[in-house]
């Protein structure tokens, strides 16, 4: 079995007529600009619901907002166009994380019970990685998601966070180690 | 199955990807929304003085845009939501690049060259009011000349030349592929290898504008790169044979289709994941 992976519309490079839907939203376009978040938006989600679980909607759309209104500021040159998105969307979602001063929601049990339907993995299995995952920091699920789940590498992870590689490569190896050792656990209890 | 007591890291992330590669997608009022707030933002700041002339405007657009917003939201208030999975309804679409034309939608697009417009009298259309606020900013939808093309089924592409001369737009769900109409998919393979080859069974959730998107249902070959419960772009061009899947002789999908899917993956250079472009579309159901 195949890692489940980020849509391919979120890779390098981007799909034909995309240069031009960045141009024109860069330009103000409301309708480009709609259709740039509507092919980064499944990602864009997914970093941001493991993040604040359900106020997800509302962090998107200030994250949105804001992304229109800098986008003008955008320097190709300086970086990719992914990145800055997520990062735009991660810093929303620790505001939001601080204003709510608390720790984020957990991850609702159905999305993973529907994630693991596959057959050859047995509900044990799905219990104990979703138990494993909702115990996570919420840095080292940060990573966990922006690695394992979106495919960024440590470089482009690094960029979102704002952190060094070091920290990213630090914070993933911890998350696996805490993850397997949870595993390991459940499996020898 | 294997007890997962030491998985490697290889193992452990994909566990965590197969785990945690969902998320639901936007609630149906969700774009509709942002595009309102975008509408409401545009700034006005600098047009102080309410005797002024381009001032007035402002506030007049943005109250045309209150009272739109407000119009689409008691409308989707009383539709209520069904999963995402009704038809685009015409007006959901992108903003001017929608055109809404005898009880259809379609999408526009800018060609260059002229286009051999019909000598019959033009029809009449609608710009879609929430989604038309990026040109005029007035908040309301806008009556344009729609007129038909020579040589090409009016139900698949029509044109429009009130304010974008040689502009055609096409029927959401359509995909022509025959280089004789004004638009016609573009070669989607060019500049990238052929990495692999998939063979899936998907359901059409959106169909976009340049390209439709689907949820993967079932993978009979080769999973690599893709996951039970993605949504990806299918990247349709001139090779892609549709089987079931046509009407009026081009190929065609509609949200909510149920299709085999056929597919290379395209890799290009740089690209961390390849574009999937599919050889057939079988439709099984709708």
């Known amino acids: ?189 | 199955m294997t007890t997962p007591a030491r998985p490697t890291d290889e193992e452990l992330d994909r566990l965590i990807a197969e785990a945690w590669d969902t998320a639901d997608p936007p609630p149906d009022d969700f774009f509709p929304t942002l595009r309102c707030r975008l509408a409401l933002a545009r700034p006005v700041g600098r047009h102080r003085r309410w005797q002024s002339s381009s001032a007035r405007s402002a506030v007049l657009g943005v109250a045309a845009v209150v009272v739109t917003c407000a119009a689409f939201f008691i409308i989707q208030t009383q539709q209520g939501g069904d999963g995402g999975n009704s038809p685009p309804r015409a007006g959901s679409g992108a903003c001017g690049l929608v055109l809404r034309y005898r009880d259809r939608a379609y999408f526009g697009e800018a060609i260059s060259g002229p286009v051999a417009i019909s000598a019959n009298k033009p029809e009449r259309g609608q710009i879609p009011a929430c989604e038309d606020q990026t040109g005029s900013g007035e908040g309301r939808s806008r009556s344009v000349r729609v007129y038909k093309i020579t040589g090409v089924d009016p139900r698949i592409e029509v044109a429009i030349t009130d304010h974008s001369p040689h502009a055609v737009y096409v029927q959401s769900g359509f995909y022509p592929q025959d280089p004789a109409f004004p638009f016609s998919v573009p070669n989607q393979s060019s500049h990238c290898v052929q990495h692999e080859n998939y063979r899936f069974r998907a359901r059409v959730v959106s169909l976009g504008y340049l390209y439709p998107f689907v949820v993967v249902e079932r993978l009979f070959v080769n999973a690599n790169g893709l996951g039970r419960g993605s949504r990806i772009p299918l990247f349709i061009d001139r090779d892609t044979r549709f089987h079931q899947a046509e009407r009026y002789g081009v190929g065609h999908l509609t949200v909510g289709d149920s299709i085999l899917v056929t597919a290379r993956g395209c890799r290009a250079s740089g690209a961390a994941q390849p574009r999937v472009l599919p050889s057939a579309i079988r439709l099984i159901s709708n």
């Open chain 1, 1 to 189: 079995m195949q890692a489940a992976k980020i849509p391919m519309s979120e890779s390098e490079p981007e799909p034909i007529g995309y240069p031009a839907v960045v141009r024109a939203a860069t330009a103000g376009d409301h309708a480009a600009f709609e259709q740039l978040m509507r092919l980064h938006d499944h990602s864009l989600r997914l970093l941001a619901r493991r993040m604040v679980g359900n106020s997800a909607n509302d962090v998107l759309q200030d994250s949105y907002l804001k992304i229109f209104a800098k986008l003008p500021a955008f320097r190709p040159d300086e970086g990719s166009l992914r990145v800055w998105l997520h990062r735009v969307v991660y810093r929303s979602c620790l505001d939001e994380l601080r204003r709510r001063r608390r720790t984020p929601d957990p991850v609702p049990a159905d999305t993973i019970a529907d994630a693991v339907a596959d057959p050859t993995l047995t509900i044990d299995l799905a219990d104990a990685m979703r138990n494993a995952l909702e115990r996570l920091s919420p840095e080292r699920r940060t990573v966990v998601v922006l690695v394992a789940v979106l495919g960024f590498d440590y470089r482009d992870a690094s960029e979102v966070l704002g952190v060094p590689e070091g920290t990213v490569a630090s914070r993933m190896s911890s998350a696996r180690r805490q993850l397997r050792e949870a595993l390991t656990n459940e499996f020898e209890e």
